[in-house]
């Protein structure tokens, strides 16, 4: 295959041009430590290489020699929450497959946290001082201009059960256990194009089947005690109330797995340090994981991934 040649004058003024997005990214991003180290947060740095990623049936991560590089430095931080570190963030590069779009890159940076005691209650607040924090580094908090619309970051944030929005938006209660294709078409399709545009949304109580690394809901076990955040149409974050018993882990990792091999996904190794943490215990917690280069695309007005990192 004939290698593709680039021009190095049109590489270069394609970097010049987007000079002021990526200065405005550095304040973005200097915001964030600001808030994360003034809410008593330690700063942390994981490995990129892992030997051990999670099990997702949706997400394939990247082969790099005999290790993998990380989707999400999720498992490793959780082993710090687990050996006493209680309030953590990272900013890391974060990798995986099959993933480019104008909302997509297969190499993209993620900000990821865990406060031990904390509730999906405290992980809505920690992403309304986030992006509160990014957009008065930019200097235009409270309201930001996004395509045809005006965002107000003004808490509160709208907020809606995912039954709920289901329901008004696809006509349809996907209950505890939905047919993942089907659920997550009508995501895509009906329900996030029809989420308010005038504030951030907080999607919350995913189906248990679809729980991940998350604990259920104790009052409803039907429910899983995730969310994630709207704004503008692009999902920034993901987060859940962790599940802190190892062998529902345990479990739940077998049945992803499952689901990989009969799909004809490549099995990955068990992190058995990650669920040995968990055995020997790990406090209630709470983590989320929010994709910074949305976040930078949201606060400047962009709408290609690629507009927001110097080299796409």
């Not at 990623?53 to 931080?77: K, R, V, W, Y």
């Not at 329901?167 to 349809?172: I, R, T």
């Amino acid at each position: 295959m004939k290698e593709l040649q680039l021009d190095p004058s049109t590489i270069s003024l394609a970097l010049q041009r987007k000079r002021p997005v990526l200065e405005a990214r550095a304040r973005i991003f200097a915001g964030i430590r600001r808030y994360f180290e003034r809410e008593g947060f330690l700063e942390v740095s994981t490995p990129i290489r892992i030997l051990a990623p999670a099990p997702e049936f949706n997400i394939d991560t990247e082969p790099c020699g005999d290790h993998f590089l990380i989707a999400s430095p999720e498992l490793q931080m959780k082993r710090m929450v687990a050996a006493g570190y209680h309030r953590i963030f990272q900013i890391t590069r974060c990798f995986r497959q099959g993933e480019r779009g104008e909302r997509h890159l297969p190499e993209f940076t993620m900000l990821e946290w865990y406060e031990v005691g904390a509730t999906m209650e405290t992980l809505k607040s920690r992403c309304q001082g986030i992006l509160q924090a990014g957009a008065e580094a930019l200097e235009i908090y409270p309201t930001i201009p996004f395509g045809e619309s005006v965002i107000s970051l003004e808490p509160p944030w709208h907020s809606l059960e995912v039954q709920d929005a289901f329901l008004q938006f696809a006509g349809w209660r996907p209950g505890p256990a939905p047919d993942p294709l089907q659920f997550d078409m009508d995501l895509v399709d009906k329900v996030e194009p029809a989420l308010p545009l005038d504030k951030p949304v907080f999607l919350c109580g995913y189906p248990a089947s679809m729980a991940s690394l998350a604990r259920l809901d104790e009052s409803n076990s039907e429910r899983a005690l995730r969310l994630e955040l709207y704004a503008a149409g692009l999902e920034l974050a993901n987060g859940f109330e962790e599940l802190t018993d190892e062998s529902m882990q345990r479990e739940r990792f077998k049945e992803e797995e499952a689901m990989r091999r009969n799909a004809g996904k490549p099995a990955y190794p068990t992190d058995e340090q990650f669920l040995t943490a968990l055995r020997h215990g790990m406090p209630a917690c709470a983590g989320m994981a929010m994709g910074l280069d949305r976040v930078v695309m949201l606060l400047t007005n962009r709408k290609n991934i690629g507009d927001v990192v110097a080299f796409s």
